[in-house]
């Protein structure tokens, strides 16, 4: 429980002992406040004539309303206040709301490229295996038309020398005929002469018979 307060303060010119549950200093303020309220109507003419009580009434009225007047400002304050901590309330509602959204919008962010990057990870992996692979046939492709080149070389090589050994042997025969045409034709032309001989003592017979 608070402790209840005394101090002296002078209003008016006068001593008074008062109590209260606020701090000391909040009482003296408020005596400086009665004082100032005081100094002011001490300056209007119209108050110094007015008698003791009316002079309180006047004080009583004018604290009153100060009193309503600051305490329609509090409750406007108060009002503006409590429109303000629901226009907060509603703007971290939205905050909250748009963290929310926000952390989802991450967690689908990453939940994305983490599939992506397994997705691409993936799909690296089976492009590298088959460009490895492409590469193997590549090299087995080119190791064969290696060997079917130098094997189309070696067939080449192999038709060369048996068209040159053909052409060497048809040559051979050519020559070999050529000889064997013209022994025959040296015994044709020894036949032929040896016929135009008998041929000529024939003629030469009949030609002296003819004349006997």
Known sequence: MAMKNTVEVVIAGKVFRIS?????????QVAVYINEK??????????????ADQK???LN???????????????????ELEKKDREMYGIRHDLIEAQMDKEKLETEKKELEEKYSAEIKEWS?????????AEEKRQDLKRALENQEKALENQKKALEAQRQSSQKKLEEQNQTAQKRLAEQKRGYDG??????????????????????
Do not use: V
């Open 20 to 28: 209260g549950y606020e701090s000391p200093e909040y009482l003296h």
């Open 38 to 51: 005081l100094a002011e109507f001490q300056k209007l003419e119209g108050y110094r004539k007015q008698s």
């Open 56 to 58: 309180q009434l006047m």
């Open 61 to 79: 009225m004018n604290l009153a309303d100060d009193f309503f007047k600051a305490k329609r400002q509090a409750d406007k304050l108060s009002a």
């Open 125 to 133: 992996e089976k492009l590298e295996s088959r460009k490895k692979d």
């Open 191 to 212: 036949e032929i002469e040896q016929l135009q001989r008998e041929i000529r003592d024939l003629r030469r017979k009949l030609d002296q018979k003819a004349n006997t």
